[in-house]
């Protein structure tokens, strides 16, 4: 079993900054790749960002130059650094890790707006 908690969501003006943070129940960080998607009003839940067990990061286009993912192995926590952000940036933004199954945390919600 795998539990997984977001943090560090809440409201910002455009061209701000946020943190997200997912910690995991269980070392994994290092050896599954995990996940950052998001699920915008009226919309499907998208990819935003993974990084995989050996640590190369992957991004959306949308994100590409903004947003930075990175883990703490000792903490096993996943971090989405989020710069610049814009209005289309409001979501709600999960973790994810596939471990014989898809796992997904409870969502932290993020809202850009001024």
């Known amino acids: 079993q795998v539990q997984l908690v977001e943090s560090g969501g809440g409201l910002v003006q455009p061209g701000g900054s946020l943190r997200l943070s997912c910690a995991a129940s269980?070392?994994?960080?290092?050896?599954?790749?995990m996940a950052w998607y998001r699920q915008p009003p009226g919309k499907q839940r998208e990819l935003v960002a993974s990084?995989?067990?050996?640590?190369?990061?992957n991004y959306a286009d949308s994100v590409k130059g903004r947003f930075t993912i990175s883990r703490d192995n000792a903490k096993n926590t996943v971090y989405l650094q989020m710069n610049s952000l814009k209005p289309e940036d409001t979501a709600v933004y999960y973790c994810?890790?596939?471990?014989?199954?898809?796992?997904w945390g409870q969502g932290t919600q993020v809202t850009v707006s001024s």
């Open positions: 269980r070392s994994m960080v290092n050896i599954y790749t």
């Open positions: 990084i995989s067990g050996g640590g190369v990061p």
């Open positions: 994810n890790v596939y471990v014989s199954r898809a796992y």
